[in-house]
């Protein structure tokens, strides 16, 4: 009986995987129907004859043309960065949760912008052309400015004149895929170009003038590792250290190894690591959002992680690639300075390339300056 059992089971495990093939199929046959510059009706035949099946399994697995597109639209919003959106929303300050969240909107939209203008499109002639989905994604979404008129409001930000319901309809409006389709495509903006556009119109509109983004550095949580790998996949000196490191996903590599994401307005837009030894402190595998470089993010990441080093040590290192130009360059603005040869010799000695190593001139308030005590740094790693 219990070779009946294993078979069962593994009988409807091939079946589960076969069913989520076929659907997988059917939404990327829909999925590339949207992306052709077709006039065609899509109809539910043609997706079934390109996906390979009948129009009988279509329905079989979504119920509906309705609940095809609606499984589409949950899909879509998935691959174009929901985690990001949610993230924004779970922000404690309000303010950070609107910055943040038309952040995460405007990159949703503009990463399939033809998606989107083709789905709006249909709606706009036929709802039923698309199975209802786009207004119970619009639905969706005013709830969710809604939530944030409320926040703002509970939070004394909205000022004198506008009240819940105005400031709805503010958001409503500047937080739409219209809008944001006419600063991309329009203008040429950027998505993050765009953003600040939006983010700015919204915060004078309701809150008046709006402040400068806040830089915060908040510890690295499992929420941030997919972010995080995208960026260090990007470039070719974070890439490397990507290799093997299961702990990506982890709160926390170690005692002595402590990871940070800096959060400019709400959104994460850098990583870096100190790696802790006695009375040292190393800056290690700094990496800023690709979409945010050159624009001072870096700077603000660096200084934000020498503050916290040296709340641990005096003395804070940093190697850097030779031909690195960029970030060396950076690091000697921000107070960095190379340590003499017999050190550097000293502290490639062993590694598998050489580095060139940096310390950090600054005098801590109440402390020593680290340029004057006796170096004591071993290479961690």
Same mark, same amino acid.
């Given at each position: 009986?219990?070779?009946?059992?294993?078979?069962?089971?593994? =009988?409807?495990?091939?079946?589960?995987?076969?069913?989520?093939?076929?659907?997988?199929?059917?939404?990327?046959?829909?999925?590339? $129907?949207? %992306?052709?510059?077709? =006039? #065609?009706?899509?109809?539910?035949?043609?997706?079934?004859?390109?996906?390979?099946?009948?129009?009988?399994?279509?329905?079989?697995?979504?119920?509906? &043309?309705?609940?095809?597109?609606?499984?589409?639209?949950?899909?879509?919003?998935?691959?174009?960065?929901?985690?990001?959106?949610?993230?924004?929303?779970?922000?404690?300050?309000? /303010?950070?949760? /609107?910055?943040?969240?038309?952040?995460?909107? *405007?990159?949703?939209?503009?990463?399939?912008?033809?998606?989107?203008?083709?789905?709006?499109?249909?709606? @706009?002639?036929?709802?039923?052309?698309?199975?209802?989905?786009?207004?119970?994604? !619009?639905?969706?979404?005013?709830?969710?400015?809604?939530?944030? @008129? %409320? &926040?703002?409001?509970?939070?004394?930000?909205?000022?004198?004149?506008?009240?819940?319901?105005?400031?709805?309809?503010?958001?409503? =409006?500047?937080?739409?895929?219209?809008?944001?389709?006419?600063?991309?495509?329009?203008?040429?903006?950027?998505?993050?170009?765009?953003?600040?556009?939006?983010?700015?119109?919204?915060? &004078? @509109?309701?809150?008046?003038?709006? @402040?400068?983004?806040?830089?915060?550095?908040?510890?690295?949580?499992?929420?941030?590792?997919? =972010?995080?790998?995208?960026?260090?996949? !990007?470039?070719?000196?974070?890439?490397?250290?990507?290799?093997?490191?299961?702990?990506?996903?982890?709160?926390?590599?170690?005692?002595?190894?402590?990871?940070?994401?800096?959060?400019?307005?709400?959104?994460?837009?850098?990583?870096?690591?100190?790696?802790?030894? !006695?009375?040292?402190?190393?800056?290690?595998?700094?990496?800023?959002?690709?979409?945010?470089? &050159?624009?001072?993010?870096?700077?603000?990441?660096? *200084?934000?992680?020498?503050?916290?080093?040296?709340?641990?040590?005096?003395?804070?290192?940093?190697?850097?690639?030779?031909?690195? *130009?960029?970030?060396?360059?950076?690091?000697?603005?921000?107070?960095?300075?190379?340590?003499?040869?017999?050190?550097?010799?000293?502290?490639?000695?062993?590694?598998?390339?050489?580095?060139?190593? /940096? $310390?950090? %001139?600054?005098?801590?308030?109440?402390? #020593?300056?680290?340029?004057?005590?006796?170096?004591?740094? %071993?290479?961690?790693?």
């Amino acid at each position: 009986m219990e070779r009946f059992g294993m078979a069962r089971s593994y =009988t409807q495990t091939m079946r589960a995987e076969s069913a989520e093939r076929t659907r997988r199929a059917v939404l990327e046959a829909l999925d590339k $129907r949207l %992306r052709s510059k077709r =006039t #065609q009706a899509i109809s539910v035949d043609l997706i079934a004859q390109d996906a390979g099946i009948v129009r009988s399994t279509v329905y079989a697995i979504f119920g509906s &043309r309705a609940g095809l597109f609606d499984a589409y639209a949950d899909d879509l919003w998935m691959r174009s960065g929901l985690t990001r959106l949610s993230e924004a929303v779970k922000a404690e300050d309000a /303010l950070v949760h /609107l910055r943040g969240g038309i952040v995460a909107g *405007t990159r949703m939209f503009a990463a399939n912008l033809p998606v989107f203008r083709r789905l709006y499109a249909m709606d @706009a002639l036929d709802p039923d052309s698309v199975g209802g989905a786009v207004r119970r994604m !619009e639905q969706d979404r005013l709830e969710g400015m809604r939530h944030l @008129a %409320r &926040r703002l409001g509970e939070s004394g930000l909205l000022r004198p004149g506008v009240d819940v319901e105005h400031a709805t309809n503010v958001l409503w =409006t500047l937080c739409s895929f219209q809008a944001i389709d006419l600063e991309v495509s329009g203008r040429g903006l950027t998505a993050d170009d765009a953003a600040t556009v939006l983010a700015s119109a919204a915060e &004078r @509109a309701l809150c008046g003038v709006p @402040a400068a983004d806040p830089a915060v550095l908040v510890p690295f949580g499992p929420g941030f590792a997919a =972010t995080v790998r995208q960026w260090a996949e !990007e470039s070719p000196y974070s890439r490397p250290w990507l290799v093997g490191d299961e702990g990506l996903g982890a709160a926390q590599v170690g005692e002595d190894v402590l990871r940070y994401v800096l959060l400019v307005g709400g959104v994460a837009c850098g990583y870096g690591e100190l790696w802790t030894d !006695e009375d040292e402190v190393e800056l290690a595998h700094l990496v800023v959002d690709p979409q945010r470089r &050159r624009r001072g993010v870096g700077r603000q990441l660096v *200084t934000a992680l020498t503050a916290v080093a040296y709340d641990s040590s005096p003395h804070v290192f940093i190697r850097v690639e030779p031909d690195n *130009t960029a970030a060396l360059g950076l690091y000697r603005k921000v107070g960095f300075e190379d340590v003499p040869q017999d050190e550097q010799d000293s502290f490639n000695a062993g590694q598998p390339r050489e580095y060139v190593w /940096l $310390r950090h %001139r600054a005098v801590r308030p109440g402390g #020593q300056n680290p340029t004057e005590v006796a170096s004591t740094h %071993r290479p961690l790693g």
